[in-house]
């Protein structure tokens, strides 16, 4: 049997699918893995520019070099969209089969290809968190651009200087929540604590199968969501070219993009 069609049978035959992803479920669409060649911190150093304490100090010291940055980051994962393994895995929400996808990117694709049951452990570009009352805030994807945008016209006129000046300059060029605090993007940067881990690992205790896009399972607490499947006596199926990182029953050594269609052709072929 063909290990798309092993895939197709686990996951036909279990009774609650999720899905994990990370990094490489989006390389397909542009957007390159951080640590990869051509990803971002190749150019911006993840000390810096990956800690919010590090961005404060570029903020501070060298404005011109955060406002580059910042247009880098909007043009990468703004203009990036969902590639044929995110439509795949829309679709088998659609058809009732998946019931989650637990992901640690930040870039919306999941939602963008269909997805309405997703838990982002790692925050999302396109919502606020506001610093005082904790308030949430969902932006349309034109309007978390269009602040970044104002954000970064503003800071290329900045001299630099101590937070004060910082915080009276930005004043106008910043979100504020109805409570009057100020709203920053709810991304987790490195030192900072992941979102919702215990609502990840509750579908994770729920689920007898666990589809794992394009992770290599280092990143914890996240990389727990597959291993607390699998204690269970759940189903990992692993799609990731040249890494094997989970104890997975399927490892499929092929893209995100190339897989997923092939094994949901199977699962439409089955319950036609
Ligand atoms: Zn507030």
Request: proline fraction near 5%.
């Amino acid at each position: 049997m063909d290990i798309y069609r092993k895939a197709a049978d686990i996951i036909l035959n279990s009774r609650y699918v999720i899905a994990f992803s990370g990094a490489g479920a989006s390389a397909e669409s542009g957007i390159p893995t951080f640590r990869d060649k051509g990803g971002l911190w190749e150019k911006y150093p993840v000390e810096l520019f990956g800690t919010p304490r590090g961005l404060l100090y570029v903020m501070l010291t060298e404005p011109g070099k955060f406002a580059e940055f910042i247009s880098s980051a909007i043009d990468t994962l703004f203009n990036a969209k969902p590639n044929p393994g995110h439509l795949g895995i829309g679709e088998l929400e659609k058809l009732g089969i998946l019931k989650y996808v637990i992901t640690q990117n930040i870039d919306g694709l999941h939602q963008e290809a269909g997805n309405r049951k997703v838990i982002e452990v790692h925050g999302s570009i396109t919502k606020l968190r506001c610093l005082a009352c904790h308030n949430i805030k969902e932006l349309s994807k034109k309007q978390a651009i269009d602040i970044a945008k104002r954000f970064s016209e503003r800071i290329k006129q900045f001299r630099g200087g101590e937070l004060e000046d910082a915080i009276s300059f930005f004043k106008d060029a910043i979100p504020y929540c109805e409570c009057g605090g100020i709203m920053r993007p709810d991304i987790v940067f490195f030192t900072e604590p992941v979102h919702n881990i215990n609502a990840a690992f509750e579908e994770a205790r729920k689920a007898d199968c666990c589809i794992v896009v394009g992770t290599s399972g280092v990143v914890y607490p996240a990389a727990y969501v597959p291993q607390i499947v699998k204690s269970k006596g759940g189903k990992i199926i692993e799609i990731n070219p040249n890494q094997n990182s989970f104890d997975s029953d399927v490892y499929i050594d092929e893209s995100f993009s190339q897989a997923m269609p092939k094994i949901l052709q199977i699962i439409k072929t089955a319950i036609q």
